[in-house]
């Protein structure tokens, strides 16, 4: 018998499950949004790189999203690397180089589930302030996105 047999493992406690579900639903909603539009461009798989910049180049702001995405991007690189080292999060860098692929808005809260299951159980609780201002911001960037596809 080795040494984990026979022991329960200790079930995750519902504000993790719920963090987990509420990033799973941020990747696959940041998947769709972001892969319904970006299939646009596979018509001219050659051209797609060109094209692409061009168009999110073309307008200030375009510009400004952009470089505001990008240095999100930067961000989200660096906590990652660093949170991953810190907590045995393997394969840190296939998050980064999928973000840069696919989209960072989809695997950075892959990412994020990752490291949730891995924190110490010790950590404070959310407020009720802390989820009233995450729903409300949750609500505000699903309703700009809505809007911006549409």
Do not use: K
């Amino acid at each position: 018998m080795n040494s984990t047999e026979g022991v329960a493992a200790t079930p995750l406690p519902v504000s993790t499950r719920v963090l987990c579900g509420c990033y799973a639903a941020i990747a696959l909603a940041a998947l769709i949004a972001t892969w319904s539009q970006n299939v646009a461009y596979l018509g001219d798989p050659v051209h797609f790189l060109n094209d692409f910049v061009a168009d999110v180049s073309a307008t200030p702001g375009g510009r400004s999203f952009s470089a505001d995405l990008a240095l999100v991007f930067l961000s989200a690189a660096i906590f990652m690397v660093s949170e991953a080292r810190r907590r045995g999060i393997r394969f840190v860098w296939a998050y980064i180089v999928l973000g840069a692929l696919i989209a960072i808005s989809v695997t950075f809260p892959l990412f994020l589930i990752a490291r949730e299951l891995r924190i110490d159980r010790t950590a404070s609780q959310l407020s009720a302030v802390d989820v009233a201002g995450l729903v409300a911001a949750a609500a505000a960037i699903a309703g700009l996105t809505v809007w911006i596809l549409a």
